[in-house]
Each structure stands twice: as structure tokens, then as C-alpha cells.
């Protein structure tokens, strides 16, 4: 990381081979862009891009806890 990096930069002081992450809230005046160089090709740099992506629910668990409760509601008008 560069000494360039260290300082805490708006969007408007971003260099196009900056990371665009957020740091902070962007309602308080501390709130700024990491500025680390990026990965080649991606808007944040190597420590941020894993902490990009948010996991994806299992299409199956969904449809076992679906499958669940209509097996749940099958047995429950039977036993009334």
C-alpha cells in the first residue's frame, strides 16, 4: 500500500486503480474509500473483493423446510 493510500479520500479524490470500499458511514464526516490498489479488473482491492460477495441461500434447504411444513399441514388435517 502506498502512502498515497493512507489518506482517507472522497469518491471525487479516487484514482481509477483505487479501491472503491467503503469505510465508515457515509452520514458521519470520517467516512471515506479504502484506496488500497485494486485487483486487476475489480472495483476493490484483494482484501475486499471476498468480502463482497454475500452467500446465496441453498435452493434445497429452502425446498425441504417447504416440503416440511405442507407434510406438517397434511398431518394436522388428518388428525382434526
Avoid at 498515497?4 to 452520514?27: F, I, M, Q
Avoid at 485487483?39 to 471476498?50: A, D, E, K, T
Amino acid at each position: 500500500m502506498s502512502n498515497k493510500a493512507s489518506k482517507h479520500k472522497t469518491l471525487l479524490e479516487l484514482e481509477a486503480n483505487e479501491c472503491r470500499w467503503l469505510v465508515g458511514d457515509p452520514r458521519k464526516a470520517d467516512f471515506h474509500f479504502a484506496a488500497h490498489n485494486k485487483s486487476f479488473g475489480r472495483p476493490y482491492c484483494i482484501q475486499h473483493w471476498p468480502l463482497s460477495f454475500v452467500p446465496g441461500k441453498s435452493r434445497h434447504s429452502a425446498s425441504v423446510q417447504q416440503a416440511a411444513a405442507a407434510a406438517r399441514q397434511l398431518a394436522n388435517k388428518k388428525a382434526a
